[in-house]
T-cell receptor, first 110, second 114 residues
Framework: QQQVKQSPQSLIVQKGGISIINCAYE??????FPWYQQFPGKGPALLIA?????SEKKEGRFTISFNKSAKQFSLHIMDSQPGDSATYFC?????????FGTGTRLTVIP | KAGVTQTPRYLIKTRGQQVTLSCSPI?????VSWYQQTPGQGLQFLFE???????NKGNFPGRFSGRQFSNSRSEMNVSTLELGDSALYLC?????????????FGPGTRLTVL
């Protein structure tokens, strides 16, 4: 059973546009929600993370929006660049165990 | 500070063999977790070690095992390899065990089972 549901599976965005990736979870024991970026041949790299007592966190062009009552969170990438083309994974953490979404392959067209 | 290192980077084995993968965490990190990544199942948690003790285990058969040494380096072993074990095996280290600690991933070991 997939503990974290992620959508869309793939996303194509024009350079300068906004990329939005959504995730949903069921287990209310999760207490930390990171987003990872993965390039081909590399391990996932932490982008940004949020705790459930915060509704939004912004770091540069990356913003997490968190809705605790709906058990949903999303990643917004502002001013998307071709270098952002990668696979993005949301995750939910409990007891230092990460449960990952299925990933979103983002392509930013120049 | 050096990142998480994993060796070897690539492995080819045949069914029935066993394999040992190695992970060196970031200096000072005491928690090491292992994940399996496949196109079909995505990223799945295998197990976590902290202070040489397995703290958590994912939903994998007993053929998958691991250990951690006193210097926090970790190894995972897969016995009686099956075709379905072909995957990228990722190791991640974090400073402590509590949730909210950043987990830093290594580049992974690509295992191919023929």
């Amino acid at each position: 059973q997939q503990q974290v549901k992620q959508s869309p599976q793939s996303l194509i965005v024009q350079k300068g546009g906004i990329s939005i990736i959504n995730c949903a979870y069921e287990n209310t024991a999760f207490d930390y929600f990171p987003w990872y970026q993965q390039f081909p041949g590399k391990g996932p790299a932490l982008l940004i993370a949020i705790r459930p007592d915060v509704s939004e966190k912004k770091e540069g062009r990356f913003t997490i929006s968190f809705n605790k009552s709906a058990k949903q969170f999303s990643l917004h990438i502002m001013d998307s660049q071709p270098g952002d083309s990668a696979t993005y994974f949301c995750a939910a953490c409990w007891a230092n165990n990460l449960f990952f979404g299925t990933g979103t392959r983002l392509t930013v067209i120049p | 500070k050096a990142g998480v290192t994993q060796t070897p980077r690539y492995l080819i084995k045949t069914r029935g063999q066993q394999v040992t993968l190695s992970c060196s965490p970031i200096s000072g990190h005491r928690s090491v977790s292992w994940y399996q990544q496949t196109p079909g199942q995505g990223l799945q948690f295998l197990f976590e070690y902290f202070s040489e003790t397995q703290r958590n285990k994912g939903n994998f058969p007993g053929r998958f095992s691991g250990r951690q040494f006193s210097n926090s380096r970790s190894e995972m072993n897969v016995s009686t390899l099956e075709l379905g074990d072909s995957a990228l095996y990722l190791c991640a280290s974090s400073l402590q065990r509590e949730s909210g600690n950043e987990q830093f991933f290594g580049p992974g070991t690509r295992l191919t089972v023929l």
